[in-house]
């Protein structure tokens, strides 16, 4: 009887565990190919991002009060001081890196993007070593020439290669380096409060809005002003369906930050990493197939040697956290360079049942 109530639970957690990475995945490939969608009938996609901030604060700040209202606790709210000098440099980091990733959607294919993108981890192993947050070690060197070769094998002779498209992406990875450095200062500051993700998004979004607010209105805001999709619009209808579309896309990056810090939450981050890679061949599976991306033999060999990079380096992590005697928060969150959300790997105990509270509504 025994063992069957263990198998019984075995198969509960596993099942559980496996509805997590489906909603992530969800979420993750869905916000993809959305961007990428819309992005070729509206070429506003600062414009479109700025929006997404909008709606991401929206959901943030109704969660924080939502919470606040169970439990019976204020929720943290940082001084100008600290919010301008400790917040102010991560948000913008994080505002170019999530910009210019759906501007680069103009000229690139989703393969390229993904691939492109998962490049961010030797930046941020980089930034990681000049701010001495990882140590330099052989291993991580050979981490670094795996997802490098990847990378060129990747690129080299593509038929739908844009250098513009790619510069883009590619500077979103380099700025994504800086971004997830300082998001891991940031978090190591414990007398912020800002652990919690949810408040986390509360005080970036703002500061990220305004950040890119410059770069939107020279490249973005005369021809936005003069098109007849948003300020002169003669349509009605046409108007609120393209801000349907936008509020849509703020909807799916509230969700998979969420999904993200559900799946961390209730498992751990190397979950998330592990499930991070696979999601990577599903997305340029899918963009083969449903969008007629053009993927060479000599591309593939190059996404499974930038794979096998990051697959050391997860290991390598984890190896390290168990020399240590259990699970730490990791070194460096470059395992999962797309995440939308700061995701917190471990709590306090103090504030256990109020996540326990947060994450239940979630799933309701």
Known sequence: MGRWVLDLAFVWKAAFTLGLILLYYCFSIGITF???????????????????????????????????????????????????????????????????????????????????????????LFFSLIFKLEELRAALVLVVLLIAGGLFMFTYKSTQFN?????????????????????????????????NPIDTMFHLQPLMFLGLFPLFAVFEGLHLSTSEKIFRFQ????????????????????????????????????????????????????AAHLLGDQISLVNWLGFALCLSGMSLHMALKALHSRGNGGPKPPK?????????????????????????????????
């Open 235 to 286: 349509d009605t209808g046409l108007l609120l369906r393209v801000l349907g579309s936008l509020f849509l896309g703020g909807i799916l990056a509230f969700g998979l930050g969420f999904s993200e810090f559900l799946l961390v939450s209730r498992t751990s981050s190397l979950t998330l990493s592990i499930a991070g890679i696979f999601k990577e061949v599903c997305t340029l599976l899918l």
């Open 34 to 124: 959305y961007n990428k969608w819309l992005t070729k009938s509206f070429h506003f996609p600062l414009f479109m991002t700025m929006l997404h901030l909008a709606v991401i604060f929206l959901f943030s700040a109704l969660s924080r009060a939502l919470v606040q209202c169970s439990s019976h606790r204020a929720r943290v709210v940082l001084s100008w001081t600290d919010y301008l000098r400790r917040v102010a440099p991560t948000a913008l980091a994080t505002a170019l890196d999530v910009g210019l990733s759906n501007w680069s959607f103009l000229y690139i294919t989703v393969s390229l993007y993904t691939m492109t993108k998962s490049s961010a981890i030797l930046f941020i």
């Open 163 to 195: 250098v513009e498209g790619f510069a883009l992406v590619l500077g979103a990875s380099f700025i994504g380096g800086i971004r997830w450095t300082l998001t891991q200062m940031l978090l190591q500051k414990a007398e912020l409060g800002l652990q």
């Open 332 to 364: 460096n969150l470059g395992s999962s360079p797309d995440l939308e959300l700061l995701l917190r790997t471990s709590q306090q105990e103090d504030e256990e049942s109020e996540e326990g509270y947060f994450m239940t509504q979630g799933q309701q």
